[in-house]
């Protein structure tokens, strides 16, 4: 689906057959619901024609009521027809509205013509912008509404404005009928002046001006677009070049309107606090940042040194009178920065490790004694040292000495101790305390109360009694919790054993929903799986999907596509479905912002309906999936509107798969039943399954006149899975091999080791170089010439100037998750994606170059390969038209890229050899994801050329993605 952009709030309604037709070179929006036009020729809401009547105070045509009477002729009494105080059915009004028309009251009194009172509310009082009824029948009247007068809103003048005492009845006399005969049924006259006598109305009210446009007028919010009213009620929006606005951008100044964009001024904000001991500079959310530093500084204190900054304020950590000597109190002045020392008494430490008790005397330390370093040790000779203190030297090993204790022999020193072996006192029994009497020798052996084992292993630890182990008696318990395993323990080992049941054993899962289980490999497997949730969506069943209607996007009216259960639209292939889960309108699934030259324009189709919570989490390693009959009836474009299945995690609100039905031409207007749709990211969590259309990113919507989508008979299970689900985690076939170590998925391509992203990827417990498949890779083989972008300078590279802002560059722009090679990548977009305007569509095509300029010479005579990290997100399939578009080259050239005279170098074969330049289309087989790309340049061998990175988006349409990424040059010869 093609998108067209218009500003959000810039929306034309241009009903000519109302209101009349106007041009004026910008869009309008007619607020007022009919054509500016003051004194009515003909039936104007609801008064007969005149302009502010022709009589007055019950004049045949005029206001204050219409009809024949005076001051309202005819049956009514102060008005005419059948209402009272008023024209027409209303009640101290004309006509059948309210505030002058319609069905309302207290429309039009004495004094002010029934075109004043009327035409003013023609539009809707919601705020919102004129729908098609208020602008074809305004105020419940039919005919043709001429309008309102363009300056003039809503005013009622009481009667008793100006009394009715000398005015004389123009044309008809009342006939007895008095203004109490019929009382106003909404604000009654409660002292209604006599008819008779009653002079002319010289002094109507005056009337009130207010804009034609309503009372929001006709802002829209947007700095750089000039607002008008005009005075036949229709709003004009102009832009305004040069002129100042804010771009959100804290960081600039001199911001100034472009079109209709704000667009960022040369300025720069100055960030100057005048503080040392910040560092300045600007960020473009929050503005001026004044980060504290670390810099040395002065704090203006001569009393002070090694000043330094410490939380944005500069401090001094030292005193600059500090003289060393303990004996001293050292004092410095403030004002002259001068020293002064004044001697002090008391204990001191004069420095030398030998001396203790030292005190101050006359200014110095001294009179200490001589410090004892003897360590009472035979073994070590003791002395000090006035560099280190006591020193306790060991003598030499072999020494002979005394310990001192009589369950030692033959003793000697070693290393500065004296030891000597000891006898054997243990008696083997671990309820005695084994020990030696120092004074005799003698051994001594103490009964304890320590934990033992007698006997059999497999009873549980008893307690030591008298020297004895009393066992407790109890059994070990040998428990695995399989409930496919016999358990066993081995009394002469203590350990427990576990030996597999045969298969088919019945056991228990100890999964409630499954009804029978057996064993499969010593493990237990249910035969059947659960069901979780199911809805048929019958006619007037209770709705189990919470469904969200967002609010429209002003002024657009409220949104008549939802999710409801019906049976509207009628579509021949779902005959006999009954009531469905269905997202449209009853006709299509376009909720109208207006018409722009015979152009359909929609508002997004964003509504949503939400499953109930479905458990996964007490299934065990059953496999979730989906089953439901779906039809659906679509624009048939690649970029939106797919019906979209988002599996929602309940705990944490994040969205673990998102899943687009297909949009072939075999997909779209055909009943599917029975489709199936496999969930492993939900296993073993709570989920809720979200329902909606796959989001557009313009601004509104083209076409969208297909019936919508259609869901019935909505299952969700959990299920034994008999065939190996690859990357769920989950043994589903029951083999005993999960994923990639399963044959079912190891030659698939999400099961190769791709060698160099440091992940076991085949899951064989090998990584990289240390896996056999990739021993002969480039990867695990050792570069002759690199080109690594480690940091974000890019001096090396020289990069083609941006079109439209979208450019090759070297940063960190934007977030695409964590980068393993440095802090930045040589990237193509502006920032955020490779589009040229805001809203992606329609926009100018976009190519840029990026040349690294040093020239790398190629060994002769050997095979050269080049080895690249990419990571790609860009539209459009390999195959088909998508082929030519947003396509990465990686081009080296020994001719500074002749290419046959063009700088195209297509990659026709990939890799094209052309004139001296080998080009290589990089795949697009694995998007957002780093993979190692490899091409070979042997045809390059022995000359030095030129490494440089292309891209081409082919048109300038659904450019909304990141972009290409590229890091970590390499290059190989064999």
């Not at 057959?17 to 004194?39: E, F, L, P, Q, Y």
């Not at 029948?137 to 404005?161: H, M, N, R």
């Not at 499954?514 to 048929?536: A, I, M, N, R």
């Not at 949503?608 to 048939?636: I, Q």
């Amino acid at each position: 689906m093609r998108m067209n952009w218009l500003p959000s709030a810039l929306v034309a309604i241009a009903l000519c057959a109302v209101a009349g037709c106007v041009d004026s070179g910008s869009t309008v929006v007619s607020t007022a619901g009919a054509t500016a036009k003051s004194d009515a020729t003909t039936a104007t809401d609801g008064a007969a024609a005149g302009s502010d009547a022709a009589a007055q105070d019950g004049a045949a045509v005029g206001s204050d009521g219409a009809g024949t009477g005076s001051d309202g002729g005819g049956t009514g009494s102060d008005g005419s027809g059948t209402g009272s105080d008023g024209s027409g059915t209303g009640s101290d009004g004309s006509g059948t509205g309210s505030d002058g028309s319609g069905t309302g009251t207290d429309a039009i009194a004495d004094g002010v013509s029934i075109e004043e009172a009327g035409a003013a509310d023609a539009a809707t009082d919601d705020g919102d912008a004129p729908t098609v009824s208020d602008i074809e029948d305004p105020d419940g009247v039919t005919g043709q509404d001429t309008g309102a007068e363009t300056s003039y809103p809503d005013v009622a003048s009481a009667e008793a404005t100006v009394p009715d005492g000398n005015q004389p009845d123009d044309v008809t006399p009342d006939t007895g009928v008095p203004d109490t005969a019929t009382p106003d049924t909404v604000a009654p006259d409660t002292n209604p002046p006599a008819d008779t006598n009653q002079p002319v109305d010289t002094n109507p009210p005056a009337d009130v001006p207010v804009s034609p446009c309503g009372p929001a007028g006709c802002d829209d919010g947007n700095p750089c677009t000039v607002d008008t009213c005009k005075a036949d009620g229709l709003c004009v929006w102009a832009t305004q070049a040069n002129t100042p606005c804010e771009d959100g951008d804290k960081c600039t100044t001199g911001d100034v309107c472009q079109g209709l964009l704000c667009k960022a001024g040369s300025g720069k904000a100055v960030c100057d606090d005048k503080n040392p001991c910040t560092t300045d500079s600007c960020g473009a959310a929050s503005g001026c940042i004044f980060a504290p530093n670390t810099a040395t500084c002065d704090d203006g204190d001569k009393c002070t040194l090694q000043d330094a900054c410490s939380a944005s304020a500069c401090k001094g950590t030292q005193n600059a009178c500090e003289d060393g000597k303990p004996c001293t109190d050292d004092a410095c002045n403030k004002v002259s920065g001068d020293c002064s020392w004044t001697g002090k008494s008391g204990a001191c430490n004069d420095g030398n490790p030998c001396t203790v008790n030292e005190s101050c005397k006359t200014g110095q330390c001294a009179g200490g004694e001589v410090k004892v370093c003897d360590d009472k040790e035979v073994c070590t000779t003791d002395s000090c040292d006035v560099k280190v203190g006591c020193v306790n030297a060991a003598v030499a090993t072999g020494g002979k000495c005394d310990d001192g204790s009589a369950c030692t022999a033959n003793d000697a020193c070693a290393n500065g101790k004296c030891t000597g072996p000891a006898p054997s006192c243990n008696d083997g029994n671990a309820c005695t305390t084994d020990g030696c009497d120092p004074k005799t020798g003698q051994c001594t052996l103490t009964s304890n109360t320590l934990p033992c084992q007698a006997g059999d292993k497999c009873q549980t630890p008893g307690t030591c009694k008298n020297g004895q182990c009393a066992a407790s008696g109890a059994p070990k318990v040998c428990n695995d919790t399989n409930p496919c395993t016999a358990d066993s323990c081995d009394p002469a080992t203590g350990a427990c054993m576990f030996k597999a049941a045969n298969d088919g054993a019945v056991c228990d899962d100890a999964i409630a929903c499954t009804k029978e289980s057996v064993c499969v490999g010593g493990g237990c497997k249910p035969k059947v799986g659960c069901l979780l949730f199911s809805d048929t969506f019958e006619c007037a069943s209770n709705p189990t999907f919470a469904v969200v209607v967002p609010p429209p996007t002003a002024p657009n009216p409220p949104r008549k596509v939802v999710w409801a259960v019906d049976q509207t639209p009628i579509v021949n292939a779902l005959a006999g479905m009954g009531c469905m889960l269905n997202f449209n309108d009853g006709v299509d699934y376009c909720d109208q912002i207006g018409f722009n030259d015979g152009t359909q324009q929609c508002q997004f189709p964003v509504g949503t309906a939400t499953s109930p919570v479905l458990d996964f989490s007490a299934v065990g390693g059953l496999l979730p999936r989906v089953t439901f009959d779906t039809y659906y009836d679509v624009d048939n474009t690649s970029a939106t509107d797919s019906p979209r299945i988002r599996v929602i995690e309940e705990a944490t609100k994040t969205e673990l798969k998102n899943v687009l039905l297909p949009k072939n031409s075999g997909d779209l207007k055909a009943l599917k039943k029975g489709y199936v749709i496999s969930l492993p990211e939900a296993a073993g969590k709570k989920v809720r399954l979200e329902l909606s259309l796959q989001p557009s990113t313009s601004n509104s919507s083209l076409g969208n006149t297909g019936a919508g989508w259609f869901i019935d008979n909505f299952v969700v299970e959990a299920i034994t899975g008999a065939v190996e689900v690859c990357g769920n985690g989950f043994d589903d076939n029951f083999n005993g091999l999960v994923d990639c170590a399963d044959s079912a998925c190891s030659a698939l391509a999400v099961c190769a080791e791709n060698c160099g992203d440091t992940i076991d990827n085949n899951k064989n417990g090998l990584t990289d170089c240390a896996d056999p498949v990739c021993v002969q890779s480039v990867a695990c083989k050792t570069p002759f010439a690199s080109v690594l972008l480690e940091t974000c300078v890019g001096d090396g590279w020289t990069l083609a100037a941006a079109t439209g802002g979208v450019a090759w560059a070297v940063d960190a722009t934007p977030n695409i998750g964590p980068l393993p090679f440095g802090k930045c990548t040589l990237n193509f977009n502006n920032g955020v994606n490779y589009c040229t305007n805001m809203s992606c569509q329609n926009a100018d095509t976009v190519s840029g170059i990026a040349t690294f300029k040093t020239g790398i010479d190629l060994p002769a005579g050997k095979k050269i390969a080049i080895a690249l990290q990419a990571w790609l997100s860009t539209e459009n399939p390999e195959t088909g038209n998508g082929a030519t578009y947003d396509n990465t080259w990686i081009e080296v050239s020994s001719n500074n890229f002749a290419c046959n005279n063009t700088n195209n170098c297509p990659s026709q074969n990939n890799p094209y050899t052309a004139g001296g330049t080998v080009s290589y289309q990089l795949p697009r087989d694995k998007l957002k994801v780093w993979v190692i790309r490899e091409f070979d340049a042997s045809t390059q061998a022995g000359k030095k050329v030129t490494l440089r990175v292309r891209f081409s988006s082919g048109d300038g349409q659904y450019n909304d993605f990141a972009g290409p990424f590229v890091d970590e040059f390499k290059f190989y010869a064999q």
